[in-house]
């Protein structure tokens, strides 16, 4: 079974500094997705950034950017000039890319807090 | 369209008691998720449709919920005889299934079993 691992439960980042959330996933698969979902205090997950595991070429969002490591299993995200609006949960996430529907695999979550 | 909204957005009941959530995807998304989150964790994955029909179960889902999505519009969650451990949120996302890796999710239920 697919597992996602994030093992900083909580991070804090000065306003404007930037910020990197670690991530780890467990899987035999070669092709499948990797995401980065934001959960503000409104409860509502984001979609922040995703990745193809056939493109070696990192996803850049505005100030978000990830650090994709296929033969490590690692998906780090590079949080650049952190804003107040940053501050939420993280969660990583995992889905298979294939012709039939795999349910999102979710990592625990990083509590992220910004501080001004 | 204001995307994915879910009713109510919290629910306290009694242990025994039955809840029924709804949730109203995007419009022309045709695949409809539930998930479940409990407190420090990730959501988990409870049920999809594709249309009206129910395509997968997670084992979490036990005989006492039941999923319906009988337009393949709306669906319902419904949670008999509740248990202390059924408090959780509980998350609807929907996606089009030409661009199934992006979900859209509501801001979900919390469910309080007292």
């Known amino acids: 079974a697919q597992t996602v691992t994030q093992s900083q439960p909580e991070m804090s980042v000065q306003e404007a500094e930037t910020v990197t959330l670690s991530c780890t996933y467990d899987?035999?698969?070669?092709?499948?997705?990797l995401f980065w979902y934001k959960q503000p205090p409104s409860r509502q997950m984001i979609l922040v950034i995703r990745?193809?595991?056939?493109?070696?070429q990192n996803a850049t969002e505005n100030r978000f950017s990830v650090n994709f490591q296929k033969a490590a299993k690692s998906f780090s995200l590079k949080i650049s000039d952190s804003q107040l609006g940053d501050a939420a949960m993280y969660f990583c996430?995992?889905?298979?890319?294939?012709?039939?529907?795999?349910?999102?695999?979710f990592g625990k979550g990083t509590r992220l807090s910004v501080i001004a | 369209d204001t995307g994915v909204s879910q009713d109510p957005r919290h629910k306290i009941t009694k242990r025994g008691q039955n809840v029924t959530f709804r949730c109203d995807p995007i419009?022309?998304?045709?695949?409809l998720y539930w998930y479940r989150q409990t407190l420090g964790q990730g959501p988990e994955f409870l049920t999809y449709?594709?249309?009206?029909?129910?395509?997968?179960k997670s084992r979490l889902l036990s005989d006492r919920f039941s999923a319906e999505r009988p337009k393949g519009s709306f669906s319902t969650l419904e949670i008999q005889r509740t248990e202390q451990g059924d408090s959780a949120m509980y998350l609807c996302?929907?996606?089009?299934?030409?661009?199934?890796?992006?979900?859209?999710f509501g801001s979900g239920t919390q469910l309080s079993v007292l």
């Open positions: 996302a929907s996606s089009f299934v030409e661009t199934n890796e992006k979900l859209f």
């Open positions: 899987t035999s698969e070669s092709d499948y997705y």
């Open positions: 990745q193809e595991a056939y493109k070696q």
């Open positions: 996430a995992y889905r298979l890319m294939n012709s039939g529907n795999t349910p999102l695999v």
């Open positions: 419009s022309e998304h045709n695949r």
């Open positions: 449709f594709q249309n009206e029909a129910q395509l997968e």
